[in-house]
């Protein structure tokens, strides 16, 4: 098993940055990739961005790619997003999510259905 806690959510105007975090523990070791959703109110969840915890590779979504930055601490087990140059469209809830093994099919690293770990979720909300 692998507990996800994210913080570092919070309220702030457009062209401004945020820092999410996201804490694993139990099973680390057996953790592969580690990753972060978002859903927006009244739409489908969707990728943001990944990072390999071996090699540090990382991926983003078009829609974040030069904004967004995913970093990873291997020692602390814990991985970062940091989110510059928001915008109202950047709202929605964020997610952390892990892919670890056992248990875990991988579809990818955009398909939410790679992932068998999920935090609770940390609200997001850029101002206009």
């Known amino acids: 098993q692998v507990q996800l806690v994210e913080s570092g959510g919070g309220l702030v105007q457009a062209g401004g940055s945020l820092r999410l975090s996201c804490a694993a523990s139990?099973?680390?070791?057996?953790?592969?990739?580690m990753g972060w959703f978002r859903q927006a109110p009244g739409k489908e969840r969707e990728f943001v961005a990944a990072i390999t915890w071996s090699s540090g590779r990382t991926y983003y979504a078009d829609s974040v790619k030069g904004r967004f930055t995913i970093s990873r601490d291997n020692a602390k087990n814990t991985e970062t997003l940091q989110m510059n140059s928001l915008n109202p469209e950047d709202t929605a809830v964020y997610y952390c999510?892990?892919?670890?093994?056992?248990?875990?099919?991988?579809?990818?690293?955009?398909?939410?259905?790679?992932?068998?770990?999920w935090g609770q979720g940390t609200q997001v909300t850029v101002s206009s």
């Open positions: 999510a892990a892919a670890a093994t056992p248990g875990s099919t991988w579809y990818g690293h955009i398909d939410g259905r790679s992932y068998n770990y």
């Open positions: 139990g099973r680390t070791f057996s953790t592969n990739v």
